[in-house]
């Protein structure tokens, strides 16, 4: 099956810091990526949805300037999360599909953020 | 925007069935999922609907009815590593832009 590539797995940084997560397809062309926080024994939250070449679509509540949504190719999707907080320390998933017509989002293996 | 709904918990003997049903509210469906997600790891695929009716995939069933915005998920011969949480997701499309959301999951707990 398509395979999505999440790097890095884990991640610890100091307050303040920016922190970029990648997210690849690795054997077809995403057009859509999304990107979820899942924080624990809680269920994945939609932060964003990004399409290949314009602007992310961000959700109620996300800050747009805190998690900046690049998706430049097909392939390559970027999540930093700037002047990172320790509330922000999580586990950040990505998925991708290749259209609306695709039967199946493929994730990545998910990247546990922590601020210290 | 979209509002799915499932039961919290579950708990179910080795070897018995177990029906996870979950409800959504959408105004632009475009199919639904379920995922299977082990603590600490990333979801795994399990089932895709989009039209009304019954999909099985082994062990793994999933029905779909869109008119009373309904769909569960029957696992079979259930096996102890079975012990996960079952997210139910839905696709939206609505303007023409694909949005997939999570229901906040059943952790399924199989006992001996």
């Known amino acids: 099956g398509a395979v999505v590539s999440q790097h890095p797995s884990w991640v610890i940084c100091k307050s303040g810091t920016s922190v970029k997560i990648e997210c690849r397809s690795l054997?077809?062309?995403?057009?859509?990526m999304f990107w979820y926080r899942q924080f624990p024994k809680q269920s994945l939250m939609l932060m964003a949805t990004s399409n290949e070449g314009s602007k992310a679509t961000y959700e109620q509540g996300v800050e747009k300037d805190k998690f900046l949504i690049n998706h430049a190719s097909l392939t390559l999707s970027t999540l930093t999360v700037t002047s990172a907080h320790p509330e922000d320390s999580s586990f950040y998933i990505c998925?991708?599909?290749?259209?609306?017509?695709?039967?199946?989002?493929?994730f990545g293996q998910g990247t546990r953020l922590t601020v210290v | 925007g979209q509002n799915i709904d499932q039961p919290t918990e579950m708990t179910a003997t080795e070897g018995a069935i177990v029906q996870i049903n979950c409800t959504y509210q959408?105004?632009?469906?475009?199919?639904l999922f379920w995922y299977q997600q082990h603590a600490g790891e990333a979801p795994t695929f399990l089932s895709y609907?989009?039209?009304?009716g019954l999909e099985e995939k082994g062990r793994f069933s999933s029905f779909l009815s869109r008119s009373k915005g309904y769909s569960y998920l029957l696992l079979k011969e259930l096996q102890m590593k079975d012990s996960a949480s079952y997210l139910c997701a839905v696709r939206d499309t609505t303007g023409g832009y694909q949005k997939v959301t999570f229901g906040i999951g059943t952790k399924l707990q199989v006992i001996p």
């Open positions: 998925s991708a599909t290749a259209g609306t017509s695709n039967t199946e989002a493929f």
């Open positions: 959408t105004s632009g469906f475009n199919g």
């Open positions: 054997d077809f062309q995403a057009t859509t």
């Open positions: 609907n989009v039209l009304d």
